[in-house]
């Protein structure tokens, strides 16, 4: 199962973080965010990763324009880019054209089990669903769950991860009633917005284990 750690700013967590086995790192590139870095920073974090058994390395945007991620990707190279705003399936296909060899992340915030029929106009221009909490006035990063329960009828003709408000204690509960390809955490991981907390990190993949 993929294990994504998002919300990384600084450089040696994020080597911690690829050791203790996590297969892919989110950087936050919304501004309005308190996880936010720039491009340079995320460069500078994956110049500190090893390059074998590199975890992937996702950018997190918000309605960005194809110039901003062009930008970004031409001083970080990224592997993967996580659209987590309102992209419409159009400007993920125009992404795709762009930068085929990138994988490409669709998020939904999921309101009602209704909201989540809007996933399938994805399937075809994108390569992984990620479903995450819906929040009135955040983007992401909010802690709030899903209802787990409520999820067990998604299938979906791509893989999905499942984010929101996922943590060390709750991260068994979750997966006992869903299975993701993957699952995504950033606040549930750490001591405060961007900083990781290790010890969490560590509890996560012992938690993991258990479930192996
Ligand atoms: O983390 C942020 O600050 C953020 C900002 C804007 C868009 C997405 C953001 N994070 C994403 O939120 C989810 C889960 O967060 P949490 O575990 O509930 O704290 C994850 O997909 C992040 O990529």
């Known amino acids: 199962m993929r294990v994504k750690i998002c919300g990384i700013t600084q450089p040696a967590q994020a080597q911690a973080i ?3 086995g996590a297969t ?10 308190p996880r936010y870095i720039t491009p340079e920073q995320i460069q500078a974090i994956l110049a500190a990763l090893p390059t074998a058994n590199r975890p992937d390395c996702i950018g997190v945007f918000a309605n960005p324009t194809l110039a901003e991620i062009a ?11 996580q659209l987590h705003g309102q992209e419409t399936p159009q400007f993920c296909q125009q992404l795709r ?3 085929p060899h990138l994988e490409l992340i669709k998020a939904f ?23 995450d909490a819906y929040h009135p006035q955040q983007l992401g990063g909010t802690g709030q769950t899903l209802d787990w329960r409520s999820l067990k009828s998604f299938q979906p003709q791509k893989p999905w991860l499942l984010a929101g408000g996922l943590n060390p204690g709750n991260i068994l ?19 405060s917005p961007g900083d990781k907390d290790l010890d969490l990190v560590v509890q996560l993949f012992e938690q993991l284990r258990h479930r192996a």
């Open 18 to 20: 690829a050791a203790l």
């Open 24 to 33: 892919a790192l989110g950087f936050i590139c919304v501004s309005a965010s």
């Open 173 to 191: 509960t979750a997966l006992q009633q869903l299975s993701p390809a993957g699952i995504d955490l950033s606040s549930g991981v750490e001591r």
């Open 71 to 81: 930008t970004t990707l031409a001083i970080a190279p990224l592997s993967a880019i």
């Open 97 to 99: 054209q762009q930068f």
């Open 109 to 131: 915030r999921i309101s009602s089990i209704e909201t989540l029929a809007q996933t399938a106009a994805y399937a075809t221009v994108v390569d992984t669903l990620l479903l």
